[in-house]
């Protein structure tokens, strides 16, 4: 570490020193999927009692109201937890964003509910502990280690750590654009893309849909002729949508609910779909593809088609304000005998959503692991204070104007 200040080598060596195995075993003990509203109560006040000891006002923050679309095509309240939000010296210079969630994919009936040590000390198994309960970890022992540097005057910022991140943070979108306003550059704890801690740079976006199909039930027998079948309406209307997948665009028809007896013609069925645009001209694209489709389908059946939903995760392309983050990261990595490497990756996070707002944002700053959204997720212990060192010096370095 000859390449670093005196300063910068007392804020890393503060945050690669921090217990945080303890903090990611205690947290990913709770079961937190992104439905079990209790569970992410209990974690939301553990994370609370931890984040306050930095400075700033904390609040859990009541999430925004989330509607979907139910089996038998009527609309309905989808119950989502609170959202840890903290706001560090507002007036302060440079303003970061720094965000997380505390959820996790497995619900509290999974059978993955326990830790285990896959190399006894070095590897962790266990559900949330990548994702991204050890980037939690990793996020706040840099922001105390940055708190205890002379820097920590320049620095204001924000931390969110929502609780529906993995079901498409409908109910905090809004809490991380409001975040998001006005900040230099955002950094976001998911875990690497790759186990060798390579940050994930460009990814497209993700929307899903339901699509409502309201036809007119007859006699199968009697007089089919009479009838308007749902059930066909929405096959054509998947088939329809699948067949544009090309360059920049996906398509993944994923379900069909509704139908009815053999004997009677179907009148209602509902279609739901995911659709990844790889940029935003493509998601244009997309749109006005969906617009076309469900009005086409619903003249040549001669029945209705309602629409719900929206591209909730924006495309996050690489821009030079990105590219330049990237590089800053890059730097830092090497001053830290760390290779820091990105590559373009298929999924979607809560950096989709901030770089919507305008503001470079880096969200694999996570820990390294693996198998992530499995029964085989892993931590590699070691990339603790390795990832911890890298953040602080990082944000280091953008207080100081790098």
């Known amino acids: 570490m000859g390449a670093l200040t005196s300063q910068e080598r007392d804020c890393v060596d503060a945050a690669s020193a921090a217990d945080m195995l303890a ?128 820097a920590a005057s320049v620095l204001g910022y924000e931390v969110v750590i929502n609780s529906d991140e993995e079901v498409g943070s409908l109910g905090s979108a809004a809490l991380i654009a409001e975040s998001a306003r006005g900040k230099r550059a955002a950094l976001t704890y998911e875990p690497s893309a790759l186990p060798d801690g390579t940050l994930a740079g460009a990814r497209p976006g993700s929307g899903n849909f339901s699509f409502t199909v309201h036809g007119k039930s007859a006699h199968a027998g009697r007089n089919p002729e009479d009838g308007r079948n749902a059930l066909i309406a929405a096959a054509d209307l998947a088939m329809r949508l699948k067949a544009a997948v090309g360059p920049g665009l996906n398509v993944n028809p994923a379900r069909i609910d509704g139908g009815s007896p053999n004997n009677v013609v179907p009148d209602l069925a509902i279609l739901r779909v995911n659709v990844r645009p790889e940029t935003l001209d493509d998601q244009a694209r997309a749109q006005q593809l969906i617009d076309a489709a469900v009005a086409a389908i619903a003249k040549e059946h001669d029945l209705t088609i309602s629409s719900h939903g929206h591209f909730a995760r924006p495309p996050k392309p690489m821009t030079p304000e990105m590219e330049s983050l990237f590089g800053l990261v890059k730097q830092a990595g090497a001053d830290l005998g760390q290779s820091i490497g990105w590559k373009s990756t298929g999924g979607v996070c809560d950096g989709n959503n901030i770089a919507a707002c305008g503001v470079p944002v880096i969200d694999t700053m996570g820990v390294r692991g693996g198998s992530i959204h499995s029964m085989e997720e892993y931590l590699i212990v070691d990339s603790l204070a390795e990832r911890a060192a890298l953040s602080a010096l990082t944000i280091l370095r953008l207080a100081e104007g790098a």
Do not use: C
């Open 23 to 150: 903090q990611v075993e205690n947290w990913a003990n709770v079961n937190s999927g992104s439905r079990n509203i209790e569970g992410l109560g209990t974690i939301g006040a553990r994370l609370a009692g931890a984040f306050a000891d930095l400075p700033g006002e904390i609040a859990m923050r009541d999430p925004a109201q989330v509607e979907a679309i139910d089996a038998s095509g009527k609309a309905y309240d989808v119950p989502h937890g609170k959202n840890l939000h903290l706001k560090v010296r507002p007036d302060a210079p440079v303003q970061l964003l720094f965000t997380g969630h505390m959820d996790t994919v497995f619900a509290i009936d999974h059978p993955f509910q326990s830790l285990r040590w896959l190399e006894p000390g070095k590897v962790l198994g266990g559900p949330g502990v990548a994702d991204m309960k050890g980037g939690i970890a990793v996020m706040l022992a840099a922001l105390k280690a940055i708190e205890a540097s002379p």
